[in-house]
């Protein structure tokens, strides 16, 4: 979303009006944040970028409401003490409705 965001702002593009024909430019635009910010650009997958951009300007009031859910639920679990919390990162993929918590844990002190 960053990358998406970046190329948007520096190339003066209305969000979402970027298209599948901007790929090489976004791509371009992905390897240089990650070798700025000395990130493995393989965590970018390209095909989420080509997701990213096929959307477009679509919302997704069904997506909304699926991540409201989830976090009221959160808000509850942290309140009432009661089960585990999501930890770090949830994914949703609205392409096929499922999502995936990735627990990513804090860096290795050097």
Do not use: W
Not at 81 to 110: L, R, T
């Amino acid at each position: 979303m960053r990358v998406l965001e970046n190329y948007e702002l520096s190339e003066g593009c209305i969000p979402g009006e970027t298209t599948l024909s901007d790929i090489p430019a976004v791509l371009a635009r992905r390897k240089d944040m990650c070798d700025r910010m000395s990130f493995n650009k393989s965590q970018i997958p390209t095909a989420l970028v080509e997701r990213l951009l096929a959307a477009g300007k679509k919302e997704h009031p069904p997506v909304c409401a699926i991540l409201g859910g989830i976090l009221g639920q959160e808000v509850i679990k942290s309140i009432s003490c009661k089960g585990n919390p999501i930890k770090n990162f949830f994914y949703f993929d609205a392409a096929d409705g499922k999502g995936v918590i990735e627990d990513i844990p804090a860096p290795a002190a050097s």
